[in-house]
T-cell receptor, first 109, second 115 residues
């Protein structure tokens, strides 16, 4: 299973765009990249998933360069309610995810 | 459609006791996984079940066991509880097991406190 590296913490202000980059140098050909958001005392919530280039949904965008060794989660115009831990995961079948410590995002007023 | 549902949401047990946690997957999902999340850490994989068979196991002692029922719901059992078993236990479900790009969805978890 590919390991991931992401910043332990980030601070931002309301209304700003936040970009969280994740490194996954050993990603396999069939691996997908998935991001989850977790609030305290709640289960992780699926945000977005991609394989290559760019994926966008109603809450975020995911940018994946051609070599796929990294990915960037982009959160547009964050609010206080986006304060959470964000996990980057790589796996091909969504099985047995290996979670790291994630990135603790703090959005300040 | 209902998401992944888990019960109970909170429980307190004494060291040495046994606990059973329950999970109902999203309708149509056949795969269920269990994770343990200790405070301040990311979730750690315990088990994965698909079509009632164990298909994956993490690095947890034999005190941990699970099973999946014909309706795809699942139970996680922990025997001889230790203080270190205190954690949030998460259940996740996915539609298939071998579908590339499969997405798993988590429940809200069961908080277990061992005293």
């Amino acid at each position: 299973l590919a390991k991931t590296t992401q910043p332990i913490s980030m601070d931002s202000y309301e209304g700003q765009e936040v970009n969280i980059t994740c490194s996954h140098n050993n990603i396999a050909t069939n691996d997908y990249i998935t991001w989850y958001q977790q609030f305290p005392s709640q289960g992780p919530r699926f945000i977005i998933q991609g394989y290559k280039t760019k994926v966008t949904n109603e809450v975020a965008s995911l940018f994946i360069p051609a070599d796929r060794k990294s990915s960037t989660l982009s959160l547009p115009r964050v609010s206080l309610s986006d304060t959470a831990v964000y996990y980057c995961l790589v796996d091909n079948y969504g099985q047995n995810f290996v979670f790291g410590p994630g990135t603790r995002l703090s959005v300040l007023p | 459609d209902a998401g992944v549902t888990q019960s109970p949401t909170h429980l307190i047990k004494t060291r040495g006791q046994h606990v059973t946690l329950r999970c109902s997957p999203i309708s149509g999902h056949k795969s269920v996984s269990w994770y343990q999340q200790v405070l301040g850490q990311g979730p750690q994989f315990i088990f994965q079940y698909y079509e009632k068979e164990e298909r994956g196991r993490g690095n947890f002692p034999d005190r941990f066991s699970a099973r999946q029922f014909p309706n795809y719901s699942s139970e996680l059992n922990v025997n001889a509880l230790l203080l270190g078993d205190s954690a949030l236990y998460l259940c996740a479900s996915s539609r298939d097991r071998d579908l590339s790009g499969n997405t798993i969805y988590f429940g809200e978890g069961s908080w277990l406190t061992v005293v």
